[in-house]
């Protein structure tokens, strides 16, 4: 299995989705360039912020992840800020039929919408992270 991640997060994201894919899915192996990936790898990229990700980083995404032919999962993570979760995976969608963006059929896409941002969730859960001294 080889997933290519899109992210939202220049820090935040980059850091906590390789933690936790270490624990949940611990055969896969990060690589550093989408052509680096073989077998059970990922590789993960920021789109450096909201509407960068869409604007400048998603067409290059799937260009990457269709002309390699070897990721099973695309999955952008992204944060809903003042959206409800349905209508930024629709805002997506629909961004991808208007710019005419088409990922392979062989591609499961995800949308995984951090409700309202990453950073809100660590901190509404204090215990889960150490606290700064």
């Not at 949940?24 to 550093?32: A, D, I, M, S, Y």
């Not at 993960?44 to 990457?64: A, Q, Y």
Request: net charge negative.
């Amino acid at each position: 299995m080889n997933i290519y991640f899109l992210v939202e997060g220049k820090r935040t994201e980059m850091k906590v989705y390789p933690k936790w894919l270490s624990y949940l899915v611990p055969e896969l192996h990060r690589v550093q360039w989408h052509h680096q990936v073989s077998k059970n790898n990922y590789c993960i990229f920021t789109g450096d912020g909201f509407p960068s990700l869409l604007d400048n980083h998603l067409r290059k995404s799937v260009e990457d992840i269709n002309d390699t032919g070897i990721f099973n999962y695309f999955v952008i993570c992204l944060d809903a800020d003042e959206q409800n979760v349905q209508q930024c995976k629709q805002d997506i969608l629909e961004f991808m039929t208007r710019e005419n963006i088409v990922l392979n059929d062989n591609v499961q896409f995800e949308i995984i919408v951090q409700n309202k941002c990453l950073e809100t969730w660590f901190l509404g859960n204090t215990k889960f992270s150490k606290k700064s001294q």
